[in-house]
């Protein structure tokens, strides 16, 4: 069956290292997203791709980057963590015909202390 | 800017109906869609309204007004497993990005 993983699952780092986490898809969807979500927030977009080699800055890109290289693979890099990017982090996929809907990875729940 | 609004909290008892309102207020608009959440896992797909009316799937409905920037998820037969976050997101044009409410977090009591 096909799916979208992500890893880890649970990180924990120190302020101002750099950070990458993955995010694979085996529904061969060219669309890919990355959304953190907190508390009293909806999921906020950080950084979209609708195909290889094409990435695109969402409302909260400022510390993030991602690479596309590959139609399975979206993966997040923080630069420089802060504390403020302790969140959860979800990557999520989604085809172009029909309704489009978007299919979430299980989730990385990132530290920063 | 871009808004969607939901309640934060509902408390519901097992076995009612409960209608989880949306409302939204953006610049363009090409569909809604409702995702359920339970605690620690990740957003699932629900429901899409593209046109005014209702679509009924299973214990699950969704109502969508376009006129009135307006829409709601209706859960019948509620179980205990219904309790969740739902989540309300927007489709404002065809670049498949989804602007998202902060979610209503579902309480189901015996």
């Known amino acids: 069956d096909a799916e979208i993983t992500q890893s880890p699952r649970h990180k924990i780092t120190e302020t101002g290292r750099q950070v990458t986490l993955a995010c694979h898809q085996t529904w061969n969807h060219n669309n890919m997203f990355w959304y953190r979500q907190d508390l009293g927030h909806g999921l906020r977009l950080i950084h979209y791709?609708?195909?290889?080699?094409?990435?695109n800055k969402g409302e909260v890109s400022d510390g993030y980057s991602v690479s596309r290289s590959n139609t399975e693979d979206l993966p997040l890099t923080l630069e420089s963590a802060a504390s403020s990017q302790t969140s959860v982090y979800f990557c999520?996929?989604?085809?172009?015909?029909?309704?489009?809907?978007?299919?979430f990875g299980p989730g990385t729940r990132l530290t920063v202390l | 800017g871009q808004n969607i609004d939901q309640p934060t909290e509902m408390t519901a008892t097992e076995g009612a109906i409960v209608q989880i309102n949306c409302t939204y207020q953006?610049?363009?608009?090409?569909?809604l869609f409702w995702y359920q959440q339970h605690a620690g896992e990740a957003p699932t797909f629900l429901s899409y309204?593209?046109l005014d009316g209702l679509e009924e799937k299973g214990r699950f409905s969704s109502f969508l007004s376009r006129s009135k920037g307006y829409s709601y998820l209706l859960l019948k037969e509620l179980q205990m497993k219904d309790s969740a976050s739902y989540l309300c997101a927007v489709n404002m044009d065809s670049n498949y990005q989804l602007i998202w409410g902060a979610g209503t977090k579902l309480i189901i009591k015996p």
């Open positions: 309204n593209v």
């Open positions: 791709s609708y195909g290889v080699q094409d990435t």
């Open positions: 953006t610049s363009g608009f090409n569909g």
């Open positions: 999520a996929s989604s085809g172009l015909a029909g309704v489009n809907e978007q299919f």
